[in-house]
């Protein structure tokens, strides 16, 4: 009996490492997307004049279309994008 509560808190275990890793992957996308976010902001900015202190809607919509064109396949992503997004912009209250 004893071997069987080991074996299946080693299942449970490798489990959790599959878990942490998969949430690992998700956290190096989103770090990825919020880098090539920042670029494409820096690039905007730079080109139409948009205020850095308050990018309002051009700025939302912008990134949203950026994401658009790089295709990514899941609304997931996208719509985690925008949550980040907005807890930010209410943190920095605005």
Same mark, same amino acid.
């Given at each position: ?16 490492? +599959? ?5 690992? !992957? ?5 770090? #990825?997307? @919020?880098?090539?976010?920042? *670029? &494409? ?19 939302? +919509? ?5 994401? !658009? ?5 899941? #609304?997931? @992503?996208?719509?985690?994008? *925008? &949550? ?11």
């Amino acid at each position: 009996m004893y071997y069987g509560l080991k074996s299946r808190n080693k299942l449970k275990n490798k489990g959790v490492i +599959k878990n942490i890793m998969q949430s690992q !992957k998700v956290l190096t996308r989103m770090k #990825k997307l @919020e880098k090539e976010i920042r *670029e &494409l902001r820096i690039g905007i900015h730079s080109q139409t004049g948009i205020s850095m202190v308050k990018p309002g809607k051009e700025m939302h +919509k912008a990134a949203l279309d950026f994401l !658009k064109l790089k295709e990514i396949p899941d #609304k997931i @992503e996208i719509s985690s994008v *925008e &949550l980040v997004r907005k807890e930010r912009k209410h943190a920095r209250g605005y």
